[in-house]
C-alpha cells in the first residue's frame, strides 16, 4: 500500500487550487448513522436530487434507491454515459448556464482536475469526511472525494481456458495463443489510462506494441467486458475490474481471476456536488450520506468496489483491499500529461481512430 499511499498524496497536493478551505458547519446534526451540516428539511423541500455518473445503470439505480429509502421525500434520478460523453455534455450544459445535476461521479483525474479549474465543484466538506485518510480528499478539502477504489487484473472464462493455461501476469497477455480473444476498456477509461501508463512503466515501451499484435477489441462498459467473456466471445479481460469479478461470480457466471504479480491497478471513484446545483441542500444531504457508513456500505453492496472507510466491510466475496498489490501513478501531474498520447496510441490500436 505504501506506492499507492505515496500516490494518492501527490495527487492530493497537485490539485490544489486555493488557499482557502471550505469548513464544515460547527454543529453537524447526528442521522441514523451519519452526521449531516445539510438543511434536511429544506432538502426535502427540493424533493430531488440527480446524479451524472458513468457507473453502469444498475449500480446507480441501487445506490439512488438506498438514498430514496433512508430519505423517501427526496426523489432520485441519474443519467449514465461513457465519461467523456457524460463530461462534455456537462460542459456543453454549463456554458449554456443550464445546471441539472447535483452530483458529479467521476472515473478519470483529468476529468476531476479540469472540473476543479473551471471552479465546477460545490463547496462543501462533509462533517463524514473525517472518516477518510487524507490522500482521499481533494485540496482544498470540500470539492470531491475517493467515493470508493476501482481495482483491476486479468479475468478469463475457465470454461474456455483451461486455469493451468490462463495467463499468469500481465505479462503473459502477449502470448500469441490469446490473439483475437482480449477485450480492453476504450480510451475514454481513467483505468485503462492508468493500466497503460503503468505496465509501460513497470514492462517497457514495447510492452503495448506487442500486446497490439493481440488485435483487443475495446469496449465502454466492464459489464460489456464480463458478458462478452462469459458468453465466449472472448475468453481473457485486460484491465478486468475486479468488482465486475465479484458480481459475475455472484450470479453463478463462468468466471475466474487473476491477481498479477506485478501488482492491481487501482483508481478512483471521484463523487462531489456540482457548483449552481438545483438542489443543493439535497446534494450535500446525499454527500454526508454517501461518505459515512450507511451510505458507503450502500455503495459497497450494489457495485463491489472497495470502500477506502476502515469501517466498512470489504464486498461480498472480496478480499480487503489491504490484501492487493495495488499500483498507481507515482506523480499524478506526469501521468496526466500523457493522456494525449495515450489516446492517440489506443485508439489506433484498437482500431478507434
Not at 467515493?147 to 479475468?155: K, R
Request: aromatic letters at 12%; a neutral charge; glycine letters at 6%.
Amino acid at each position: 500500500m505504501r506506492l499507492i499511499r505515496s500516490a494518492l498524496a501527490f495527487s492530493a497536493a497537485m490539485l490544489m487550487a486555493s488557499t482557502t478551505w471550505a469548513a464544515t458547519c460547527a454543529n453537524p446534526r447526528q442521522m441514523d448513522g451519519f452526521k449531516t451540516c445539510a438543511d434536511v428539511a429544506k432538502a426535502e423541500e427540493e424533493g430531488a436530487i440527480v446524479m451524472y455518473s458513468p457507473d453502469p445503470e444498475t449500480n446507480q439505480a441501487g445506490l439512488m434507491a438506498a438514498f430514496n429509502k433512508a430519505f423517501p421525500k427526496i426523489k432520485t434520478n441519474f443519467l449514465r454515459l461513457q465519461t467523456g460523453a457524460l463530461y462534455a455534455k456537462l460542459m456543453a450544459e454549463r456554458q449554456a448556464k443550464t445546471y441539472t445535476t447535483d452530483i458529479l461521479m467521476l472515473t478519470d483525474m483529468t476529468f476531476a482536475q479540469d472540473f476543479q479549474r473551471r471552479k465546477g465543484w460545490m463547496d462543501y466538506t462533509s462533517p463524514e469526511n473525517t472518516g477518510l485518510k487524507a490522500e482521499y480528499k481533494s485540496k482544498p478539502e470540500g470539492q470531491f472525494f475517493w467515493g470508493a477504489a476501482i481495482i483491476a487484473g486479468i479475468a478469463y472464462n475457465p470454461t474456455t481456458v483451461k486455469p493451468e493455461d490462463a495467463p499468469k501476469s500481465w505479462a503473459d497477455l502477449n502470448n500469441p495463443k490469446w490473439k483475437d480473444n482480449i477485450n480492453v476498456k476504450v480510451s475514454n477509461s481513467g483505468l485503462q489510462h492508468e493500466t497503460w501508463y503503468l505496465l509501460r512503466r513497470i514492462l517497457g515501451d514495447s510492452y503495448w506494441a506487442d500486446f497490439a499484435k493481440q488485435n483487443p477489441r475495446a469496449f465502454d462498459s466492464y459489464v460489456q467486458q464480463f458478458d462478452r467473456c462469459v458468453s465466449g466471445q472472448d475468453q481473457i479481460i485486460s484491465t478486468a475490474q475486479y468488482s465486475g469479478y465479484l458480481q459475475f461470480k455472484a450470479k453463478g457466471a463462468p468466471i475466474a481471476f487473476v491477481i498479477p504479480p506485478e501488482g492491481m491497478v487501482v483508481t478512483p471513484s471521484l463523487y462531489g456536488g456540482v457548483n449552481e446545483a438545483p438542489h443543493p441542500e439535497a446534494a450535500k444531504l446525499f454527500l454526508d450520506w454517501l461518505t459515512g457508513v450507511p451510505g458507503q456500505t450502500a455503495l459497497v453492496k450494489v457495485s463491489s468496489l472497495h470502500s477506502l472507510r476502515e469501517d466498512v466491510a470489504p464486498p461480498v466475496g472480496g478480499d480487503p483491499i489491504t490484501a492487493f498489490k495495488l499500483i498507481a501513478p507515482d506523480d499524478w501531474d506526469v501521468f496526466l500529461k500523457t493522456h494525449t498520447q495515450f489516446v492517440k496510441e489506443w485508439n489506433t490500436m484498437v482500431g478507434m481512430r
